[in-house]
């Protein structure tokens, strides 16, 4: 089976502009969570979807939103983008709601300029 | 959430056993301990994951006292492919996926 797929796998936007990120779980893993890495440390929860609705949230700004499509996929928006927003944006999936064991994919990598 | 506090760094050389000890004052009664590695430029993998006493599985060992207000993780005969950072997570498994990653530990494995 394959694992998390992410795409892209690398961007670059400049300030002010709109990204959307992709995910695809594993198949039959109905949770997918989001999350942010900044160089150099461990990863920040932003979201948490199970079964199309959000279920957790990070202390993220409203300009980050995301959503989940009926077979499980996932998209995470950011909006008006900001140079702190350059990381490493991970997504993870699991079978259900409340697991800790989450299988990460390989991340999309957002430069911004 | 139980904060945890684990060593920034750590050197090794091939073939020697590595003991990475993570500290959790305040882990609560429903917290479980989760350990996850991560290469660079890809996403944490886990590892381990116990609440107390001894767990073992073919990768790793994970050591827990009683009081549970710690927990070392041992990697047996590393090589050079464990170099990596490693995250001690506690949380309360039926809290929802929000894990909480403190700063991890760099381990780094010399010939």
């Known amino acids: 089976d394959a694992g998390v797929t992410q795409s892209p796998t690398h961007l670059i936007k400049t300030r002010g502009q709109h990204v959307t990120l992709r995910c695809s779980p594993i198949?039959?893993?109905?949770?997918v969570s989001w999350y942010q890495q900044v160089l150099g440390q461990g990863p920040q929860f932003i979201f948490q979807y199970y079964e199309k609705e959000e279920r957790g949230r990070g202390n993220f700004p409203d300009r980050f939103s995301a959503r989940q499509f009926p077979n499980y996929s996932s998209e995470l928006n950011v909006n008006a983008l900001l140079l702190g927003d350059s990381a490493l944006y991970l997504c993870?999936?699991?079978?259900?709601?409340?697991?800790?064991?989450?299988?990460f994919g390989p991340g999309t990598r957002l430069l911004v300029l | 959430l139980a904060k945890t506090t684990q060593p920034i760094s750590m050197d090794s050389y091939e073939g020697q056993e590595v003991n990475i000890t993570c500290s959790h004052n305040?882990?609560?009664?429903?917290?479980?301990i989760t350990w996850y590695q991560q290469f660079p430029s890809q996403g944490p993998r886990f590892i381990i994951q116990g609440y107390k006493t001894k767990v073992t599985n073919e990768v790793a060992s994970l050591f827990i006292p009683a009081d549970r207000k710690s927990s070392t993780l041992s990697l047996p005969r590393v090589s050079l492919s464990d170099t990596a950072v490693y995250y001690c997570l506690v949380g309360d498994a039926l809290a929802g996926n929000m894990l909480t990653f403190g700063g991890g530990t760099r381990l780094m494995v010399k010939p």
């Open positions: 305040n882990i609560a009664t429903n917290d479980y």
């Open positions: 198949s039959g893993h109905k949770s």
């Open positions: 993870a999936s699991s079978l259900e709601r409340d697991q800790e064991t989450q299988y």
